[in-house]
């Protein structure tokens, strides 16, 4: 199914959209979307410039599509094989919406999805640069993080480090975009948060179902290598830390008291409870239960931020 008889063969322009969309993740990049805008309303707290709107919304999606695509075209070879003894997957993956891997399965040739990637990043940089030199810098650095996460995926199980490092670093390219001048304690907490988010609500967990190909591929996860125990408490120990971050900001930006209460309850659902939960009972439907909460998780912190933030008719000012 992945020969390239079928990619040039059977390609129309509706199923290579199709494709290059999959080839993105286009949900889960939508969703990551939020990083970015939170790095910019919590630098800014105050209603963007319409220019800094639409830059930013072309600059963000777009960024976000060629990072998830990168991934994917870095590790096609070994999703190829993957692909050749995989199990089928139980419930429902964020991950897998449109087409999962369609380089690996033959809809995309390689030369088309670098294209993509090329195209995407191009139109990152430009946008970016022209709301600030500095954004466009957090977005490459951003972008070789995901190249070198990509590079260890048989060497370590810590990359989970770098990638945690990595979405962090792109949540603030929203923040120069509108900003030049760091508040650290507001900056640090914002990143701690998003990093510990990445790791403990998307990236461990996302191992979970594929480690009988992982191991057989020689893919070194935390699962893979430490076992579901180990793992599940490094997961529970990130959501925290995520709980606990968002927390921080809250206080440290000073925000009407329904944003806190806002990031208590999301929080909790998205994080806590499904993480407990995977603790308890470390299975592929807990993981996948978490992985699917958890990556809602910052677009519901950005709907609440957004209503404390414009909507004073309902939040009047503490």
Known sequence: MHSSTFVSSTRTPLLTWKALLGLSRTVQASLSMAQPILGA????????????????????????????????????????????????????????????HPIAQGYLSPRLALGWVLVLSAVTLVCATLLSPMAALTFVVAMLLEVTYCKL??????????????????????????????????????????????????????????????????????????GFKVSAALIVFFLVLTFASSLALASVLVLHRSFLIAAVVIGAYALLLPGLRLLRDPQPERALELFNRASFYPAAMLAALLGVLYLPALFSAP
């Open 41 to 100: 309303l919590v630098a800014l707290l105050a209603v963007p410039t319409w220019r800094q709107v639409i830059l930013g919304f072309i600059a963000v999606w777009a960024g976000n599509h060629a990072a998830f695509a990168t991934n994917d075209l870095l590790d096609y070879q070994i999703d190829r094989r993957r692909f050749e003894q995989q199990r089928a997957l139980r419930g429902f993956d964020i991950d897998a919406t449109i087409v999962r």
């Open 153 to 226: 995926l048989t060497v370590t199980p810590w990359k989970f480090l770098i990638t945690g490092v990595m979405v962090a670093t792109g949540g603030t390219a929203g923040w120069f975009a509108v900003r030049s001048s760091i508040d650290w304690p507001v900056f640090l907490a914002f990143f701690v948060w998003m990093g510990a988010w990445e790791i403990g609500g998307r990236n461990i967990v996302n191992d979970w179902s594929d480690v009988e190909e992982d191991r057989r591929l020689g893919i070194r996860t935390m699962p893979v290598v430490y």
